[in-house]
């Protein structure tokens, strides 16, 4: 089961967020905060990686579980960030957010015109063709 998506940009401003199922919420009343301690957490772990790591870190953190929850990140070649949190029952799923960036993301956000670069999400059909496409992953509960 999905739980949450965010997109954020290489500078850590949250563009879209979705929740889907989240078991527990302790910041429920606050999503900017909760946001913000989502990009921390990625932006600490991924230089904690990247410091101890023997040699060249390659790809870098793509993700980590717990014995709660899955965290599945993709980061663009433009610096966005995609990510994902699941239940243990998930698989791999940053192909399916490198399809959200390449096949949704990039045409429905990035090519609109209308669209002003590092602003909030508000494109419906992108919401629309976003939550459908979740819902062949997995299962989800809007």
Not at 1 to 21: D, K, N, P, Q, V
Not at 36 to 63: H, I, R
Request: glycine fraction near 8%; charged fraction near 20%; proline fraction near 6%.
């Amino acid at each position: 089961m999905l739980h949450c998506l965010y997109i954020f940009t290489r500078r850590g401003a949250c563009l879209f967020y979705h929740e889907w199922s989240r078991p527990r919420n302790a910041l429920a009343g606050n999503a900017e905060e909760d946001q913000k301690l989502m990009y921390g957490l990625l932006f600490s772990l991924k230089q904690l990686v990247k410091n101890l790591s023997p040699g060249d870190p390659g790809q870098g953190m793509t993700g980590f579980k717990t014995s709660s929850y899955n965290l599945h990140l993709y980061e663009s070649p433009t610096g966005y960030r995609f990510v994902i949190t699941s239940d243990g029952t998930c698989g791999d799923l940053r192909p399916s957010l490198r399809h959200i960036y390449g096949s949704l993301f990039v045409p429905y956000v990035l090519r609109n015109p209308l669209y002003t670069m590092n602003s909030k999400i508000t494109n419906h059909k992108f919401k629309t063709e976003l939550l459908a496409f979740a819902d062949t992953l997995v299962p989800a509960r809007r």
